[in-house]
């Protein structure tokens, strides 16, 4: 065999080789993300078991809970209204047994003074002695006295109550309806996370409804560091994206959301959670300028009543073409035509607004700035709540010139409201990042970066 055959088939059996060790690779990976895909379902599987029976079980309490108090609340009604009725056959009763009592006393008297034989079978015998008929006068005038004529009425059985319990057992048919309907099991939640995109101290979330018939009315959004503590809202509302901010760099956070229906008070389960984590260092704020706090993120500054002739810079430059830099303005004070929010090649300290030269802004009466030249495109006027937005790309400045020595040029749009305006930016000089930067001439000016 040739010596050329011979290193032919040993390079080809060194990329069988290679093949086969990529191969099984590929295949390990995949069978570890099938484990992965089957201890998901297992795990969710078993929770959710656990979920229904605490759920039934706490519901099995409760709805015993309720018919016990119920019970207890019948049976003292009962009780109630036995005592209110039977009070006054208990004094018409005491009424009746004196009466009888008080007749048999008297009988007893008549048979003690000797007139018990005056009544023998309806015939009276008159006893001529005086005695006798002191002790006939005395025993009639008590008699009299007693009111034998006069009995007290006692009520016939249909004036009493005859209690009796009402009960309906249309309760069992509505229950029945109710609880057999009651819960739902769903083979995924209605709504996942679709993406996580890095953002300088913070994090954008999207997310989606993948469940057509669910009609959302508010989604939920929260994170954590990962395996670190419990959840916390970050999110309530209709959006579907969120800036979640205060993120430290290179540190893992998991996001999860969920939704609630249209006219509904319980949210629906947890979308899978999602790992994410950023590397840009967060937008901060230069420290020490007197007439601004900042707080202390130093994400946000406010000017104060100090007096101040300068522009708050950031503290380094880390804004790079391709990302979005957003301003959101919390409060606002007195307008000033020198006023403007924006981003630089470099710091200047001797200016008092970036109105300036290697410099784009926008005022907060809306008027875009361009390298000190006021555009003819202007944006809405600003107020607290408003966010404005740079975002940045470079462009070839020609066929024979790809931004190839000291100039630049960058493809420039400016949002605040629901407008936008986009232009050419020429700098001087070829930079990776950018400053930015805000000058206020009055306080109560309160600017949020991310």
């Not at 981003?343 to 875009?368: E, M, T």
Request: a negative charge; charged letters at 25%.
């Amino acid at each position: 065999m040739e010596e050329a055959e011979v290193e032919r088939l040993v390079l080809e059996a060194k990329e069988s080789i290679e093949a086969a060790i990529n191969y099984r690779r590929e295949l390990q990976h995949r069978l570890r993300g099938l484990g992965q895909a089957r201890t998901q379902i297992k795990e969710s599987a078993a929770h959710t078991r656990d979920a229904l029976r605490q759920h039934f079980q706490d519901m099995r309490n409760a709805v015993s809970k309720m018919l016990d108090e119920r019970l207890t609340v019948l049976l003292q009604q009962v009780e109630a209204i036995e005592h209110e009725s039977i009070k006054p056959l208990d004094d018409c009763q005491k009424l009746l047994e004196h009466g009888v009592s008080t007749a048999e006393d008297l009988l007893r008297e008549g048979d003690i003074g000797g007139l018990g034989g005056l009544y023998i079978r309806g015939e009276v015998a008159v006893s001529t002695t005086g005695e006798n008929h002191q002790n006939l006068c005395n025993f009639t005038n008590k008699a009299l006295h007693i009111q034998l004529d006069s009995l007290p009425e006692v009520p016939s059985l249909v004036e009493v109550p005859c209690l009796s319990a009402q009960l309906d057992d249309s309760l069992l048919s509505v229950a029945r309806d109710h609880i057999s309907s009651h819960g739902t099991v769903a083979s995924r939640p209605p709504v996942q996370i679709e993406e996580l995109i890095e953002r300088p101290g913070g994090i954008l979330v999207k997310w989606c409804k993948v469940d057509d018939d669910f009609v959302v009315q508010d989604y939920r959004l929260q994170y954590r560091r990962h395996n670190s503590g419990h959840f916390e809202d970050s999110y309530v509302g209709p959006d579907c994206e969120f800036i979640v901010l205060q993120i430290d760099p290179n540190v893992n956070y998991q996001f999860r959301v969920c939704a609630r229906g249209d006219g509904r008070q319980e949210w629906s389960p947890w979308s899978v959670p999602q790992m994410g984590h950023t590397c840009l260092i967060p937008h901060e704020w230069s420290p020490g300028l007197e007439g601004y706090s900042l707080s202390s993120r130093r994400n946000i500054a406010l000017r104060n009543d100090s007096p101040c002739q300068s522009v708050l810079y950031s503290k380094t430059a880390t804004y790079f073409p391709g990302q979005t830099l957003t301003f959101r303005v919390e409060t606002s004070g007195q307008l000033d035509k020198r006023d403007s929010i924006g981003v630089c090649v470099d710091k200047d300290g001797g200016c008092d607004s970036l109105q300036r030269d290697q410099a784009v802004c926008i005022s907060p009466g809306g008027a875009v700035y361009v390298n000190g030249k006021e555009m003819t495109n202007q944006l809405p006027p600003v107020s607290p709540g408003s966010t404005i937005t740079f975002d940045m790309e470079t462009v070839s400045l020609g066929p024979n010139n790809n931004n190839e020595g000291p100039h630049q040029r960058r493809r420039v749009t400016i949002g605040s409201g629901n407008r936008e305006v986009v232009f050419d930016w020429l700098l001087e000089q070829s930079c990776d990042a950018l400053y930015f930067g805000c000058s206020f001439v009055h306080p109560n000016w309160k600017v949020l970066v991310f």
